[in-house]
């Protein structure tokens, strides 16, 4: 029989219809922009790209980890893709992965169609989303072939430890296992947040994108950076396999957007700033919801007070006040938390998406 083992994302916005939510803060990214923002009015020839992605867009890529080496570099469609490569190119059935829980599905959901075992970290509310190295070190045997951790976090909105971070890879390093950093909510201009570069080693893997900060998941462009060339050149394969390469407009796009880099998350900085701030003084007011406050990106994930039936609560938020939060079964989680996206809506949008969390958390409706 049949049996598909990843999941339909039929709750996501784009999924049910934009146009039947009012107030949307289920969205993991900062405020979409248009085409006309960006100066890509040249010739294009419309042939098949370099495969590993555009020399002039992996140069600046490159850049973001300090190097000159674009063959430390693959563009990919998305970070998603990037995460798709990664797990076939190194997991088999028999291998085993440490894995963050809660995450972003693909990192979790491939690994579960390859058939490998998994092993989560959890990360709790009753320890502030925190991560301890031994949590995960505890974890590692001798089928452990990836560790993979995601910084800044989504869906809680946590930033780790970069002494935790480090330790992880150093020990990973000497026992030769690859870790995966999935750093795609890194270039988010969050208030008082500064991404930390890791130190490199040749079993790291860093993924990122375009796609959160900048506005643009629409083009579908992220990367993989790793300084192993002989891993990207594996990487590679399995992307021609998939792919071939990306698009080329859509790499010139995001060569366009990395080259105006600082003029456009300068701007992104304003609003995030703005919301966040409506953000904070509601969360210090309401009554609804125990929260962690977030240290990057822009999501997080309150949890509801044990209290409020959330079958009413996801109902009465959409279906009377059109409001969408991302609920946590969407995270294998139970529905009492839920992920909050506060980077996407305007500031009006905030106000009247949280006013209506209240409402609809009310015992008296
Ligand atoms: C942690 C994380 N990684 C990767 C992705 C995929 O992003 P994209 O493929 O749009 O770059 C997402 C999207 O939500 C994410 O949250």
């Keep these: ?18 146009s039947n939510i009012k107030y949307n803060l289920a969205e993991s990214s ?50 998603a893709s990037a995460l798709f490569i990664i797990h076939t190119t190194l997991l088999n059935a028999n291998d085993e992965i440490i894995v963050l829980h809660p995450n972003y599905a693909t990192n979790l959901e ?15 509310f009753e ?24 910084n800044p976090h989504n ?28 750093e795609t909510y890194k270039d988010i201009p969050f208030p008082n947040f500064t991404h930390h570069v890791l130190n490199d080693s040749p ?48 790499e010139e796009i ?14 992104v900085a304003k609003d995030i700033s703005s919301n966040y701030n409506l953000l904070s003084k509601w969360l210090k007011e309401q009554n609804v919801f125990d929260f962690v ?9 309150p949890r509801l007070k044990s209290s409020i039936s959330t079958k009413k609560f996801y109902s009465v938020l959409l279906n009377k006040h059109k409001t969408y939060v991302a609920p946590g079964h969407c995270f294998q989680m139970s529905d009492h938390f839920f992920r909050l996206g506060f980077g996407w809506a305007t500031a009006m949008e905030i106000k009247k998406g949280l006013a209506a969390i209240q409402k609809s958390a009310s015992p008296f409706i």
């Excluded at 869906?155 to 999935?182: A, M, Q, W």
């Design 110 to 124: 491939t690994p579960y169609a390859i058939g490998c075992k998994i092993k989560t970290v959890e990360l709790k």
């Design 203 to 250: 079993f790291l893997i860093r993924v990122s994108s375009l796609s959160k900060a900048y506005g643009v998941p629409g083009i579908r462009i992220g990367w993989i950076y790793c300084s192993n060339n002989s891993l990207i050149e594996n990487f590679l394969s399995a992307k021609e396999q998939m792919v071939i390469c990306n698009s080329v407009i859509d």
């Design 30 to 79: 900062v405020r979409d922009i248009d085409l006309r923002e960006i100066n890509v009015s040249k010739k294009i020839l419309l042939c098949y790209g370099s495969h590993k992605g555009k020399d002039e867009l992996r140069k600046l890529i490159a850049k973001e980890y300090f190097s000159e080496n674009i063959n430390n570099v693959l563009v990919t469609h998305g970070a």
């Design 155 to 182: 869906p809680t909105g946590k930033v780790f430890n970069i002494h935790v971070l480090e330790s992880i890879i150093s020990y990973c390093t000497r026992k030769k296992i690859f870790v995966l950093v999935d």
């Design 254 to 267: 995001a060569f366009q957007i990395l080259k105006k880099k600082k003029t456009i998350l300068n701007r």
């Design 1 to 18: 029989m049949f049996y598909r083992r990843m999941p339909i994302e039929a709750e996501s916005p784009e999924e049910l219809g934009y």
């Design 127 to 150: 320890n502030q989303f925190n991560l301890k190295a031994e949590d995960v070190i505890s974890k590692i045997t001798s089928k452990t072939k990836l560790v993979s951790l995601t």
């Design 293 to 301: 406050f977030p240290d990057a990106g822009v999501v997080m994930m």
